[in-house]
Each structure stands twice: as C-alpha cells, then as structure tokens.
C-alpha cells in the first residue's frame, strides 16, 4: 500500500477536494461478494475507505476468513472489518451450521451477567482471532411488543432493566476481547410490528415511555464504554415527528450525542433496507443521515459492488458542495472512523498477548484458541421445561417434525435450525421434514407413521398455523414432545414442552439432550 500523505488542515484528515473524496469514503461501511476481495474493493481501500462489512457469503472457514482480513489490511492497515455477528438466530461466522453460542433471549432467560460477560469474550475472541475487530451487537432492544416480526429472540427480553445490565455484560465482554461493540438499534426497535427491513415501523409511545423503557439500556451501554451505536430506520414521533431516527438531528445529535452525552460512532443500520432506501433513497438517505449526526453508512447487505461505493461517495461530495452537507460534519465523521479503528489496533494488543494468553476486564482466561464451550453452557442453562406426565425418553428413532416460518431477513434461510440434526445424532435414524400452512399438521402425521413426534416450532404465537398444527399433532398423538425455539408466549403443552429461547445449533443440542434422556 502506498503511503498516503495528508495536506493542512484538520489534523489527521486530509483537505481540498481529494481530501473530500477521501472522507467521504472514509465514512462508508460497504460490503462485498465472494471470499476474496475484489480488486475495486481494494482500490477503494488505498483511496481511502476505512471499513469493509462481512456477511455469510463472505465466509467458508476460519482460516479462509483469516486470510481475507489479511488481504484487505495489507491494502489498509487501519480497517474497520465489520459483521453481523449476534451470536443465537443472526450468525455470519457459522451462517451453514448454526451458531456455538445462543443468541440474546436465551442469554437473558437465565439473567447471569457474568455467563452473558463470558459468552461476549468468547464470541469477540473468536471474531478477533479471524481479523474482524467490529461488531454489529449487540441487539439492546426491549422486546415490549410480542408480535415483532424481526427482533424477538435478538432481544434479551422485555424487561428494560434485564435488557441493560446484560447489554452492558456483552459490551464489557465484546470489548475485553478487542472487537469494538455497535450496539443498536438507537433509540430502540422492540416495539415494532413492521420489519425496518421491508417498510417503515413507527412507536407510537409518549416521551416519558421511551425514556423509561427503550433508552435504560442504550444508557448501559454508553455507560459500559460502547465504541460504536447503530441507529435504527424507525418512526418515533414522541422523539422526532417527521423523520426516522437514522435521518434525525433531533434524535442522533440533540438526543444521542447532546442529552445522554454519547461520543462514540454513531453508526447507519442498512441504507438499502426499505425503511429508508423506499422512501427517501439511499444517496438522500445517506446525506441526510451524516448531516443528522451519523458517522458511518452501512451499506452492503443487498447493494455490494463498487457503482454503490462510487454513488454514496459522489453523493455526499455533491452535497458538501451545494452546502446541504457541512465539510465539518463530514470532516468530524470521517475522524471519528479513524479513531476508532486506533482503538481497536491498541484494543487487540492487549487482549491477545504474543503467548496466547487473554487478558482484559475479565482477567487471565486462558489461550485464545480454547473456547471452554461457554456456548453449549449457557445454552443448557437457557433450556426450560414444561411436563404434563412423567417423560419417558424414546428409545428408537424419532420423526422430528418442524413447522417452519418465512424468516426474517436479519436472520436469513441459510442458517440451519431445529433439533432433527442433533437428534439423529443421539438416536441415529431420526428423520425430519419440514412443515408449512394450514395442512401442516395432517402432513406431519402422516410422513411420520408409528414413530414418536417431536414438533419443533419458532414463534407460535406470532403464527396461527403452527397452533393448529399442534392441535391435530396433540390430539392425534399425545405423547408428541414439542420445542419451542423462538419466544416462548403461547402456554406450553405437550407430554414434554422445551423452550430454547432461540434456535442456534447449541440450542437445538441442548433441547436433542433431554429429549433423548442423555442429560
């Protein structure tokens, strides 16, 4: 990489009009396809890009992630490398197998600060030890409104106090490991009924609700030392009625930076998601959202090619020209990039020592390469069940029936869920099939024949076929064992009835244990 050199003007922020371009695409977080970097990403790179965002496409192994975060620091070596890495139901790293680790509900179903602490180091140290030094976690969401079609299990519940202090725990955790935590979504998408990603939710609650609730862990957050915040595309008129949050001054810098005296980066969700990309564009947008406080555009998840780049960097040159966008707000934003990725160069030194051994907030734990299974752990601890009789574990094959919603797209259908794998493991010769509509229950009993039902559901009481299934499965075959993996609101029934909080793969081994008596 050829050194790059800086004229007067703001320290540490190159001026005049290549300076401009500079940062304009210093505050951009695009994304890409394939396992190795294209050369136009790396070009932007020596131009002056200064984060890249990973997503499961992007990722095979390890070691194939190791080498491209390589790759993209030989051509900058103050990136940003980003991913969306939940842990639970929204994992990149394990986007084909299912997570290691349970997600945020089953986190906050057991309530244990520390093991939320541990789970976030683990996580983080995995990220940190395959180059990726930026998160988009944790989710610090309260999940007031049940029915939310795309928080739910990333939420660790509905109770804002719980919500903080485990948001605070991940935060702590994330960062002892030397990945910078973006927590989100600002100033709080749990009650929601409308996925951001295909409209534009609006909370219609008072000033004083959102302070309590949708605020406590945001105010954790900040509190715990949060590098980065992500706002979310939501209408909160209580805050701001006109516009959404990502594209509010009144929210992003009166309310975020002014009132609860935030300054870290503040960070974009997608611009591509409809809440935003279907109402004012993602050029507009995009301005419009640096010129409200934010630092950062993420862009990538849909859009991911270099006509995107070009377009939001042409953009907010454009806009910087015409007076619409101040050259000092974008100057401060590109700065506040910058800043944090030194803190996350200096952060990774001291997490990973030259011998392997981790240090930080949460003390000597061990060589970085040794997880302890801190995932599975907590994810049996999660586990809650429900008998109507004395179980009997089956001693022969199951059919595992598993009544499948449309998922969200935070989630995607790539990643694998259930418990049909895990079980097959346990009792080899376990069968499953997947389920869907008003017939599902009909189907079910009759792929399954004599064999013993084990009826896996996400959700159920967002989904009212699935209720009906169980209906016919419970009357018909009452011995049948059913698993919920989503927010367990529907009353548990069933000769045996488990609730995972969440449906990563540890959730589904640790359910695959009991039913199957081998825990």
């Known amino acids: 990489m050829s050194p790059t050199t800086f004229a007067t003007g703001t320290p540490g922020s190159p001026s005049g009009q290549d300076g401009l371009a500079r940062d304009a695409l210093t505050v951009l977080q695009p994304g890409f396809t394939g396992t190795t970097a294209p050369d136009w990403l790396l070009r932007r790179l ?5 984060s890249v965002g990973l997503f499961g ?32 139901d929204v994992t990149r790293l394990e986007v084909r197998t299912g997570s290691s680790f349970p997600g945020n509900h089953a986190l906050g179903a057991v309530d244990d600060v520390d093991l939320t602490r541990q789970v976030a180091f683990a996580l983080g140290r995995r990220l940190a030890e395959c180059g990726v ?38 935060v702590t955790g994330l960062q002892a490991a030397g990945v910078a935590a973006c927590t989100k979504h600002f100033p709080g998408h749990g009650d929601t009924a409308v996925d951001s990603h295909l409209s534009l939710p609006r909370i219609d609650a008072d000033r004083s609700l959102v302070d309590t609730r949708d605020l406590t862990p945001f105010r954790a957050a900040i509190a715990a030392g949060s590098r980065a915040m992500m706002s979310a595309h939501i209408l909160v008129p209580a805050l701001d009625p006109d516009l959404p949050a990502t594209l509010s001054r009144g929210i992003l810098t009166g309310l975020l930076r002014d009132e609860l005296g935030y300054d870290g980066l503040i960070v974009t969700d ?13 050029e507009h947008g995009s301005v419009l959202a640096l010129a409200a406080g934010a ?43 910058r800043a944090l990725a030194r803190w996350t160069r200096s952060a990774a030194g001291g997490a990973v020592g030259a011998d392997g051994t981790t240090h930080g907030p949460l003390g000597e734990t061990g060589r970085a390469h040794d997880s302890g299974g801190i995932g599975l752990v907590a994810a049996r601890r ?33 990643t694998p869920w259930g418990v049909g794998a895990e079980l097959a493991r346990l009792l080899p010769g376990t069968e499953t099939g997947t389920f869907a509509g008003d017939s599902a229950g009909a189907s079910a009993l009759a792929v399954a024949g004599t064999r013993r039902i084990v009826a896996v559901v996400r959700d159920e009481h967002r989904h009212p076929w699935m209720t009906a299934a169980l209906d016919v499965l ?43 008596g081998a825990r």
């Open 46 to 50: 020596g131009e002056g890009l200064a």
């Open 57 to 88: 496409r992007n990722i095979a192994s390890p070691d194939q992630l190791a080498a491209l975060t390589a790759q993209l620091r030989a051509e900058h070596e103050d990136v940003l490398v980003a991913i969306d890495e939940e842990g639970g």
């Open 133 to 170: 030094n930026f998160n988009w976690a944790p989710s610090a969401d309260v999940n007031a409104n049940p029915s939310n079609p795309v928080i739910g299990v990333r939420s660790f519940g509905a109770d804002p106090e719980l919500v903080a202090r485990h948001t605070a725990a991940y």
């Open 270 to 282: 997608g611009m591509e998601m409809q809440a935003i990309a279907g109402t004012y564009g993602i």
């Open 295 to 337: 630092d950062a555009i993420c862009v990538g998840g849909g859009l991911a090619d270099d006509d995107t780049v070009r377009r939001l960097r042409d953009a907010l040159v454009t806009a910087v020209r015409t007076g619409e966008l101040p050259e000092e707000r974008l100057a401060d934003a590109a700065n506040r990039v």
């Open 382 to 414: 999660a586990v809650t069940t429900t008998f109507t009789e004395p179980y009997e574990p089956p001693t022969q094959p199951v059919y595992v029936a598993a009544f499948t919603p449309v998922a969200n797209i935070a989630v995607g259908d790539e």
């Open 474 to 516: 419970l009357s018909t075959r009452p011995d049948t064992v059913v698993v919920e993996m989503g927010v367990p609101q529907s009353p548990p029934r069933a000769a045996l009835h488990i609730a995972t909080h969440g449906a990563a793969r540890v959730c589904g081994r640790a359910a695959a244990e009991i039913i199957a």
